[in-house]
């Protein structure tokens, strides 16, 4: 099926915003960071190890409001390798495995070679994880992992690594932080990063010069109706980092997560895999259990074929949900291991130490994103990313479970360490200003219903580039992102919901247009139409930028 030969060109706009720099406040700093979670934090201190280095760390939402504090799992490193009779080669291996050929193999040694000294950090900083009754750290197991080597705290293992890495930063005194600030867009001259256009709590916008930023803003999963995702990951820096010229690399692989509670009216609460791993079982709704039949490591294969198993059932079987079963797990476990899952669960009237779990898969992880080098430079020369924004290489086509906490730990580290570097060798960016007006403006926006928007896209993505997709309807989705485009993309906002929205077009189109171009299915990203993974033509990564899009029939 081929896509269009015209992409609309109002997604090519470069800038959501005018301003003058005569009319607006202005700040300078040496690093910009957008993004108050694991990957944004670990930069931050990084780069402000240098006290010569002035840091500004802005966040759209409350500072913790980030998919950080949400992790449950854990964060998997090779931290007790006598103990365990892990190593570093076995997390590598597994790595490479669940990647389905697509990971580069120099960031997978990184990622786990420097994430034990990134854990050991956090350790020192005093992150509090469970242990044992000797003392030792308790490492559980996930899917996709041959050894334990998931290091947690109870199900609330994202909160513990925020807090700690948050202290810290608070402590900095070269670290200046703003919450509740938007950025609406990356500022750039002559193809280069000089810093960002603010949309400050009073509702006025600001200019923060910087001569380097550092993008973590996280991913895209809120794209999606069903998600377990929070309301800050709207894909934001991907479209920022789009307008700005930057190539986005393997939007198409949107990782699914197999158990999300799923009961009218609650939110999409993620039930972390560890209950998997301590011994829960997935069974059909006559109480039959099923992944024996699609993977030999039965619940604890990786997630996208559990995901697409549970999908086959729901099918089959006619039912909106398949059922994860703890009773094979002692109470006295259950209350000590996941003790958020079992308030949350009892607040609506299920007692999981006594009955199983509704749960389906929803979105939850983006793979792709910002395209960077393992400094966390992207293709535009000032700007970095790190975190579930980039696209390091690290996850190929299927992402490990427990390996994004640690991506951010890791590269977020080596992002702000290098962009330090490198702002201490460069000059302070000239101020100028910027003209935001449409590509070739259309008329302004009459009454325009945002949450129905919203909604829309949301529901259009879960049902035509959700966990099984097919050229038809990847091209009808994407015929009809393409509609929205003119009259949201080609109006002029000045509020955060309408900017959200306008990112959140920019990213949905680019991920489909990404999800249609692939044709094969592997790790994640699987089509009806090419059921197989086609290694000659498709072994590589994709990218996609403003000038893809801008060639006519690209
Ligand atoms: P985030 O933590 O999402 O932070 C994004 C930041 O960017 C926020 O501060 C936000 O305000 C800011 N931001 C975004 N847009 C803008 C803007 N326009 N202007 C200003 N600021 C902006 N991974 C694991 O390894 N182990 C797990 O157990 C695990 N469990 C998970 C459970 C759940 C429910 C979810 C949702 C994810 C889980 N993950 C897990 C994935 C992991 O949590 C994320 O990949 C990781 O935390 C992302 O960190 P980040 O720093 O890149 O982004
Ligand atoms: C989970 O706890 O199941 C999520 C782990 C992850 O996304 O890495």
């Known amino acids: 099926m081929p896509e269009p030969s015209n992409h609309p060109q109002h997604l090519l706009r470069r800038y959501l915003v005018s301003f003058r720099v005569s009319k607006i406040p202005h700040r300078f700093t040496d690093v910009l960071i957008i993004g108050s979670g694991v990957a944004g934090l670990s930069a931050a201190l990084a780069a402000s190890d240098d006290p010569g280095i002035e840091v500004l760390l802005v966040a759209k939402d409350a500072l913790e409001e980030t998919a950080t504090i949400y992790a449950q799992g854990g964060v998997a490193a090779v931290i007790d390798p006598e103990a365990t009779g892990d190593s570093l080669s076995s997390h590598v291996k597994d790595t490479l495995s669940a990647s389905d050929g697509l990971a580069d193999e120099e960031a997978v040694q990184l990622t786990a070679t420097e994430g034990v000294v990134e854990v050991q950090r956090l350790l020192e900083m005093g992150a509090n994880f469970d242990r044992e009754p000797s003392g030792k750290i308790h490492l559980t197991l996930e899917g996709g992992h041959s050894h334990p080597r998931i290091l947690h705290r109870g199900d609330t293992s994202g909160r513990e690594v925020e807090r700690v890495l948050l202290d810290a930063v608070l402590e900095r005194p070269n670290i200046t932080i703003l919450a509740h600030t938007f950025a609406v867009d990356l500022v750039t001259r002559s193809g280069e990063v000089m810093g960002a256009v603010l949309l400050r709590p009073d509702s006025e916008l600001e200019c923060a010069w910087a001569r380097r930023v550092v993008l973590a803003t996280g991913g895209a999963g809120r794209l999606y109706r069903e998600t377990t995702n929070p309301k800050v990951t709207t894909g934001d820096g991907i479209a920022m980092a789009f307008r700005a010229g930057a190539a986005l690399q393997d939007l198409e692989f949107m990782q699914f997560h197999p158990t999300t509670l799923y009961l009218a009216g609650a939110d999409r609460f993620l039930i972390t ?29 990786p997630r996208d074929v559990v995901s697409r198993g549970i999908v086959t059932v729901m099918r089959e079987r006619r039912e909106n949900k398949v059922w994860l079963d703890l009773s094979a797990i002692a109470p006295e476990k259950i209350r000590a291991r996941f003790p958020r899952i079992l308030e949350i669960l009892r607040g609506f009237g299920i007692d999981i130490l006594k009955e199983p779990i509704p749960v389906r898969p929803s979105a939850h992880y983006s793979i792709g994103g910002v395209k960077t080098d393992l400094e966390g430079r992207t293709t535009v020369p000032g700007l970095f990313a790190a975190g579930e924004v980039s696209s390091t290489g690290l996850h190929g086509a299927n992402r490990l479970a427990s390996n994004s906490l640690l991506e951010g730990l890791v590269f977020g580290h080596r992002a702000g360490r290098r962009a330090a570097a490198e ?23 009459p009454a325009l219903d945002l949450n129905d928007l919203t909604v829309s896209l949301k529901s259009l993505l879960w049902l035509k580039v959700g966990l099984e997709r097919n050229g038809p309807e990847l091209s009808s989705a994407l015929k009809q992102i393409a509609s929205w485009v003119p009259y949201v993309l080609g109006s002029d906002f000045h509020e955060v919901p309408s900017w959200t929205l306008q990112n959140m077009l920019v990213t949905a189109y680019l991920l489909t247009i990404s999800a249609l171009r692939r044709e094969e299915s592997r790790g994640v990203h699987f089509r009806t139409d090419f059921p197989r993974r086609d290694d000659a033509r498709w072994h590589k990564h994709q990218t996609v930028t403003r000038d893809d899009l801008r060639r006519p029939g690209a």
């Open 423 to 445: 702002a201490r060798g460069c000059a302070a960016p000239e101020p100028f200003s910027v003209e935001g007006s449409p590509t070739s403006p259309g008329p302004k926006a």
């Open 273 to 301: 895999e560890a209950v998997r791993g301590e011994g829960g079982v997935l069974r059909d709704g006559a109480g039959n259990t099923f992944m024996h039949r699609f993977h030999p490591l039965g619940d604890l294969a």
